[in-house]
T-cell receptor, first 114, second 114 residues
């Protein structure tokens, strides 16, 4: 059973507009949520995170919103740039065993059109 | 910057071979992880290690083992490679057990089992 879901496999946006990537989760025990960005032939790179006790975190053009009652988070990119074209993975963190572990969603491919 | 280096970008092996994937990190991180990435499935945790010689199974450990003899190095071993282990393998490391510490990834090894 997928505990972290990204229901949109792909998203296409015009340069300068807003990109909104969505993620749903099922487990209330997750304590942090993270977004990673992945270019082809490279490993994922950490983008932004949010604690489960917050509802918003902002870093430059990137803002993550968390709605705990709906078990939903979203990543907003404003304004979108062609260099933002990549696969975005949502991940949820929990403390399991000896260390924190991540559960990843299946990813959303963002294409920003010039 | 954290550097996680995976020894091979591409690897082709035959069914039944014993395969070693190597990962080295240069930031004295306690935790190291091995994932595989498959289309439509996101990243799935195979094994992780929270200290030298310490390891724990992740979500899909069957057919794999790991070794961590030194803090900076974490090896993934396919005991007898099978075609269903053809995948992209990603190594990651993190500094501590805190959930807000992001994992840092290598660029991946694309492994094909023929």
């Amino acid at each position: 059973d997928q505990q972290v879901k990204q229901n949109s496999p792909s998203l296409s946006v015009q340069e300068g507009r807003i990109s909104i990537l969505n993620c749903d989760y099922t487990n209330s025990m997750f304590d942090y949520f993270l977004w990673y960005k992945k270019y082809p032939a490279e490993g994922p790179t950490f983008l932004i995170s949010i604690s489960s006790i917050k509802d918003k975190n902002e870093d430059g053009r990137f803002t993550v919103f968390l709605n705990k009652s709906a078990k939903h988070l979203s990543l907003h990119i404003v304004p979108s740039q062609p260099g933002d074209s990549a696969v975005y993975f949502c991940a949820a963190s929990y403390y399991g065993g000896a260390t924190n572990k991540l559960i990843f969603g299946t990813g959303t491919l963002l294409a920003v059109q010039p | 910057d954290v550097k996680v280096t995976q020894s091979s970008r591409y690897l082709v092996k035959r069914t039944g071979e014993k395969v070693f994937l190597e990962c080295v990190q240069d930031m004295d991180h306690e935790n190291m992880f091995w994932y595989r990435q498959d289309p439509g499935l996101g990243l799935r945790l195979i094994y992780f290690s929270y200290d030298v010689k310490m390891k724990e199974k992740g979500d899909i450990p069957e057919g794999y083992s790991v070794s961590r003899e030194k803090k900076e190095r974490f090896s993934l071993i396919l005991e007898s490679a099978s075609t269903n282990q053809t995948s992209m393998y990603l190594c990651a490391s993190s500094f501590s057990t805190s959930s807000n510490q992001p994992q840092h990834f290598g660029d991946g090894t694309r492994l094909s089992i023929l």
